[in-house]
């Protein structure tokens, strides 16, 4: 269970990052303490970056007729109309997310991976997912449903056969993580090298691995910081960086 809403004070005027929600109608919990965290915390913000996995998963932009959705929804337009800036960036389960959720909700979409000037810092923003190269089957599988086409094809498709086939998809991943070891699953170190190298980032901030931590990685003679989000499942947190720093905080 998730522990109360009570928000820890919020930095205000910070630039916030969350990721791995995985927001959903069945866990109201998690709803209750993501729309308090928007309501106390966020609304005290300069900003708030969603790197990936807002949601448990995203069946297209026409899937939001429901209540548990308008909450999400309404709860995001409050916090941009109110002046704070929104940036949404694709995780593994909600990259069908696209302009239409974006005009409802205020948010902005970036791509993964993004780089921003964070307080004077070069700061690489992203999911995560692609920096897991030592599991196979999963990029296997990233690459077809991250193809164009593909999309245009299932997103051609009615509503509730999308849900059963997004359905089957779960419970194969979840069957098959099983017989994954936690390094597979874990970002393989020379892709991050890579990408470090690519961007020459001073810190790089993701999701996905539900492992958070700060590391701190000595490349071609830099420090740079790797600060990993924590999900939503037991306990809410966010990164909230400002010109002093960032802090790793937990709801
Ligand atoms: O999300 P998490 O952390 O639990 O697991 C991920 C990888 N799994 C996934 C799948 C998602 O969790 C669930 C699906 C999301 C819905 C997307 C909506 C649109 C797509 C619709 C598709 C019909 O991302 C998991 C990783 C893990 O991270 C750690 O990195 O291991 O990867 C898997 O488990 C994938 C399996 O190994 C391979 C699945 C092969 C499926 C092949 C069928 C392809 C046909 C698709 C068309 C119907
Ligand atoms: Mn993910």
């Known amino acids: 269970m998730l522990k109360s809403p009570i928000q820890t004070p919020a ?11 995985h ?5 109201p919990a998690i709803n209750d303490a993501f729309m308090a965290f928007l309501q106390n915390t966020a609304s005290k913000a300069a900003a708030l970056y969603i790197l990936g996995d807002l949601f448990e998963y995203w069946a ?18 409050t916090l941009s109309d109110s002046g704070v800036q929104v940036f949404l960036m694709h995780g593994n389960r909600d990259f069908l997310i696209a302009e239409g959720f974006c005009r409802m909700t205020g948010a902005t979409l970036i791509a ?3 780089t921003i000037v964070l307080y004077g810092k070069k700061a690489l923003l992203s999911h995560g997912d692609a920096l897991c ?3 196979a089957a999963y990029q296997q599988f990233r690459t077809q449903v991250r193809d164009e086409k593909w999309q245009a094809e299932f997103l051609s498709q009615p509503l509730e056969l999308r849900r059963k ?13 099983t017989q994954k070891s936690l390094e597979i699953m874990d970002v393989n170190a020379e892709a991050v090298n890579t990408l470090l190298r690519t961007h020459q980032p001073d810190l790089l901030i993701h999701g996905h691995t539900h492992r958070p931590n700060r590391h ?16 939503w499942y037991e306990q809410g947190s966010y990164l909230a960086c400002d010109e002093h720093g960032c802090k790793d905080m937990a709801l």
């Open 11 to 21: 930095l205000s005027g910070a630039t916030l990052f969350i990721s791995d929600l």
């Open 60 to 77: 297209g932009d026409d899937d939001v007729e429901d209540a548990f959705h308008q909450q999400i929804i309404g709860g995001f337009k």
């Open 112 to 114: 993964d991976p993004t």
């Open 23 to 27: 927001l959903c109608a069945s866990r």
């Open 165 to 177: 086939q997004i359905e089957a998809i779960r419970a194969r991943s979840e069957q098959e993580k």
């Open 133 to 135: 190269i030592d599991d």
């Open 216 to 231: 701190t990685i000595k490349l071609d003679g830099r420090l740079i910081t790797r600060w990993v989000l924590g999900d």
